[in-house]
């Protein structure tokens, strides 16, 4: 007997048995994967909340009143970018009603784009992007990690180069869709980057502090920051398999701190800061007898830009 949901999604399992069925009791919140009719896209934030029934389960019948204070609830993103967020993806996506599905989100060239990081193209003619993570293209993304533990802002501007940079004329992206590119996988950032002593025993170094708290410091003010309640310098690569591939929360799942707007600004920027650099020692190289190749020069100035740059993460506010 197919079991349906409370909330009036048609997410129904043929067994019968959904571990979310009482969407009042405690697990509202449990992880269930989409189920045959139930429309997921490519983006793993807002799959993540439907499989988790901050949305409807099913996908459909989505609107801004549903997905605002969901991201605010699921990711404790702030209202200001909630609402930037949701009404900016809305005006990308040209539906002409206020209702989508999570599939609208994959018709190619209006929010979906190029050279995502874990997702392929749209084939040629396509209508519709496919909406499942490639998992070739995930194991080409971590291996940009440089410590092999965490991605941090490096990390991920070095993806999206290497992304980008597999298209002829170098990028495959316009200029708004490049900057939604960084925009994504900068709140993946900020959202993600926990506390972890464990990680932080492993090497990996904390997130710099603040410019406030820089300051205090130089007044010798500041106590020596805590591993256990401040944030490392890049997102656990284990975290970021489970929510890219499964689109599952990590197990315990409670937002660290608010996401704001300021914070993907900051690290959008600096992403795209370090991008320009990489392309530029990319060019350097390009045209120097001692380079190879176009990507060997690419990875050189990685190597180069690693040394150089220290923090990563913009800072949280
Ligand atoms: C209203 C909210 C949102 C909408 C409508 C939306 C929509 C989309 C769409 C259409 C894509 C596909 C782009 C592509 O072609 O790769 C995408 C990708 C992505 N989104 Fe979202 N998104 C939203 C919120 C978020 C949030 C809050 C995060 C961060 C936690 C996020 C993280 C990502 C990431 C990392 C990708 C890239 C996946 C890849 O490169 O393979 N999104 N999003």
């Not at 080409?140 to 940079?165: C, I, K, P, Q, Y």
């Not at 996401?259 to 900051?266: E, F, N, P």
């Amino acid at each position: 007997m197919s079991q349906t949901m409370l909330d009036g999604s048609s997410h129904s399992h043929a067994d019968g048995k959904c571990p979310a069925a009482d969407i009042f009791g405690p697990n509202r919140h449990a992880f269930c994967p989409p189920q045959d009719g139930d429309l997921r896209s490519p983006c793993p934030a807002v799959n993540t909340m439907a499989n988790h029934g901050y949305i409807p389960r099913d996908g459909k019948h989505l609107n801004a009143d549903i997905i605002i204070p969901a991201l605010m609830e699921c990711y404790n993103i702030s209202k200001p970018f909630a609402l930037v967020l949701t009404y900016g993806s809305l005006h990308l996506l040209q539906q002409g009603t206020k209702e989508f599905s999570l599939h609208d989100l994959a018709r190619h060239g209006y929010i979906e784009h190029n050279a995502s990081l874990c997702h392929a193209d749209a084939g040629p003619g396509e209508e519709y992007a496919p909406v499942h993570p490639d998992l070739k293209m995930m194991q080409e993304f971590f291996a940009d990690s440089a410590g092999g533990l965490v991605m941090n802002t490096e990390d991920v501007a070095r993806a999206r180069v290497r992304r980008e940079s597999s298209y002829p004329g170098g990028s495959g992206l316009d200029l708004n869709h490049a900057v939604i590119a960084c925009g994504e996988i900068s709140a993946v950032l900020n959202i993600f980057n926990h506390p972890d002593p464990q990680l932080v025993a492993r090497g990996v170094p904390l997130q710099p502090p603040s410019t406030f708290s820089w300051l205090f410091g130089l007044l010798g003010l500041a106590r020596s920051p805590d591993p256990e309640i401040t944030p490392t310098d890049g997102v656990s690569i284990n975290v970021l398999r489970r929510w890219l591939q499964e689109e599952r929360l990590p197990e315990g799942w409670k937002p660290y701190h608010e996401t704001t707007l300021r914070s993907i600004l900051l690290t959008t920027n600096k992403m795209r800061s370090i991008m320009r650099k990489l392309r530029a020692e990319a060019s350097v190289d390009e045209v120097n007898p001692s380079s190879t190749t176009i990507a060997s020069g690419v990875s050189a100035g990685i190597a180069a830009t690693k040394d150089e740059t220290s923090s990563s993460t913009g800072t949280v506010s």
